[in-house]
T-cell receptor, first 112, second 113 residues
Framework: EAQVTQNPRYLITVTGKKLTVTCSQN?????MSWYRQDPGLGLRQIYY???????DKGDVPEGYKVSRKEKRNFPLILESPSPNQTSLYFC???????????FGSGTRLTVV | QKEVEQNSGPLSVPEGAIASLNCTYS??????FFWYRQYSGKSPELIMS????GDKEDGRFTAQLNKASQYVSLLIRDSQPSDSATYLC?????????????FGAGTTVTVRA
């Protein structure tokens, strides 16, 4: 089944404790992206990747890191999480050519 | 000015009626436009894409695009309770950068049985 897989689905952590949210897609898509969704603010793009080893900042990159060492994987790293990073996070992938993104199931992160 | 704006809703329609959702965008160079549906607690699901001026129909859904007015809309005909969800408008702001997809805040639709 073609899909974008994120893990974990739920995560509660403490301020300052480094964490990684994994993302993997099995559709051989070129593009991958991370979004966060907050009430009233909608989906905001954190980082995106156009191909292996090619990444760029989205609209809200502060406090996040990403890497794209393999085409299928695009982990999101929070080096020192803070409470304002409590949010619902989505990973997404796209083949490009204006096809839009396919989203993973989401990761609900709570930073206390 | 936000890149993508939607009427905030919520929008309540009776079963069988037409739900009309509107979206405007700021980047005149935008080329690709999408409507996503998001059920509560679920991830966004792509339901329509449109690239040229005019109408595009897919089942009970019709997307309408007017690039001169920088306006895209979604009509849901014969609305069903299963259509109750938040609908997100998304736009690729620049032609060559279609990995950059900007979303509106969404319009929540409730279909009354």
């Amino acid at each position: 089944e073609a899909q974008v897989t994120q893990n974990p689905r739920y995560l509660i952590t403490v301020t300052g404790k480094k964490l990684t949210v994994t993302c993997s897609q099995n559709m051989n898509h070129e593009y991958m992206s991370w979004y966060r969704q907050d009430p009233g603010l909608g989906l905001r793009q954190i980082y995106y990747s156009m191909n292996v080893e090619v990444t760029d900042k989205g609209d809200v990159p502060e406090g996040y890191k990403v890497s794209r060492k393999e085409k299928r994987n695009f982990p999101l790293i929070l080096e020192s999480p803070s409470p304002n990073q409590t949010s619902l996070y989505f990973c997404a992938s796209s083949p490009g050519q204006g096809s839009g993104y396919t989203f993973g199931s989401g990761t609900r992160l709570t930073v206390v | 000015q936000k890149e993508v704006e939607q009427n905030s809703g919520p929008l309540s329609v009776p079963e069988g009626a037409i739900a009309s959702l509107n979206c405007t965008y700021s980047d005149r160079g935008s080329q690709s436009f999408f409507w996503y549906r998001q059920y509560s607690g679920k991830s966004p699901e792509l339901i329509m894409s449109i690239y040229s001026n005019g109408d595009k129909e897919d089942g009970r859904f019709t997307a309408q695009l007017n690039k001169a007015s920088q306006y895209v809309s979604l009509l849901i005909r014969d609305s069903q309770p299963s259509d109750s969800a938040t609908y997100l408008c998304a736009v690729n702001p620049v032609r060559s950068n279609d990995y950059k997809l900007s979303f509106g805040a969404g319009t929540t639709v409730t279909v009354r049985a």
